[in-house]
């Protein structure tokens, strides 16, 4: 077996002849236009030989519509059974083929490998419930889709690819896992997260958000340290969310908690106790399973050619630019059908705090709502005098978007790529309040 690493999660894994390209991401700009990679890939998507493709889940950074636009329409695409059938009619609305594997069911390749894909909760709503904190939508809709992880095997060497599962959501289906297979040769692990928190947040200083930044570098570090405990894999490599910010977003980079990847593998290393398995690879560089060894060393971004690189991004557009701005009668009207979907996952999640919500564009627009009460206009000096409440900012155009609902523009999307802005009074995190605002869309 052999692994070349791409970009980010992007793998091309070859199995008894037969090559599997996992969770392409190779295009700039996703994620509305914000997404980069750095360093570019050294070579164009178009020229990757593979016979099938694995994705894990909707995210842009793994089911990227620019990269698959450019991919051969002809592979079929491997994605887990989800009781949800979005992310195969997204796939194939592109004109690919989708082949739905059930939980951790082989699937037989030429050649004599195999690849099976897990759903990151073990397919258990319990335990989904418990991790997610919404019990009765988690009950009915089973899988919550938050992602897969994926097994592949020429029957003697093994890899392990957990994508974004949380380690706490994914220890049962680990376990599962290892029982399965005894041995894990090569675990393919996450170090950093890819949200909105810190960057997006408003801090009272520059010091609260730097340590905010640092703890959250230092929970996905020990989130991949329990994943190597618990595998005890031959060896492991950190991967996923090497991404920078791009265009005008380019100077939330520092303040994302998301450390260089040598400074990540040098942290998990420090916090193991059987140490040496960790490895990095460069983009276009191979991992052979039998020998152990890499292809080439690892070498480390150069500070300033990175700067540099981002830099050149920042007149860069974003996809929403172009859009001509709705005015406030417009976004008003669509905010309060919007606000009747949001009700309805707030009744289904039981989810009935009286937290506002205030969303404005910077530009004139606000509205403020509850789980109860219906989006009307609030004056800035309202705001202040609220008990508690979740300040949104968001561009007009890309409010404009998110409104019509998600084929046009999704909230966790948008969060994600570090589009919104907000401020929380008193600043404590309510997970129900951002599961319901993804409904929250006319």
Known sequence: MRLTHLQSSTELVEIGGTRILTDPWLVDGEYYGSWYHYPPLPMAPEDLKYDYIYISHIHPDHMSRRTLERLDRS????????????????????????IELDHGAPFELPGGGRIEIWAADNCDPELCAKFIGCAPVESKFKFTQIDSLCVMTDGERVILNTNDCPFDLSRTVVERILDRYGKIDLLLVGYAGAGPFPQCFAFSDDTAKRKAADRKRDQFIAQAIKYIEAT????????????VLGGRLADLNDKRGVPPLDDALQRIEA???????????????GYDLETGLPDAPYESNDPERMEAFVNATKAAPYDYDADTPQDEDALLAQAKVAHERFVRTAQNIGYDSETRIVLRDGEGFSVSFDATNAPEPIAEDEVETLPAFVEITVDRRLLGRLLKGPRYAHWNNAE??????????????????????????A
Request: aromatic share 16%.
């Open 232 to 243: 005890d894999p031959v060896a492991y490599m950190p991967f996923a969310g090497t991404y």
């Open 271 to 285: 916090g193991l106790c059987k140490t040496g398995r960790g490895f990095l690879l460069n983009a276009g560089v």
């Open 75 to 98: 592979k079929p695409v491997l994605i887990h059974n989800f009781d949800e059938k979005f992310l195969k009619r997204n796939i194939e609305s592109l004109g690919y083929e989708v």
């Open 416 to 441: 994600i790529g570090s589009h919104l802005r907000y401020r929380r009074v008193p600043d404590t995190f309510e997970r129900g309040l951002y599961y319901c605002m993804s409904s929250f869309c």
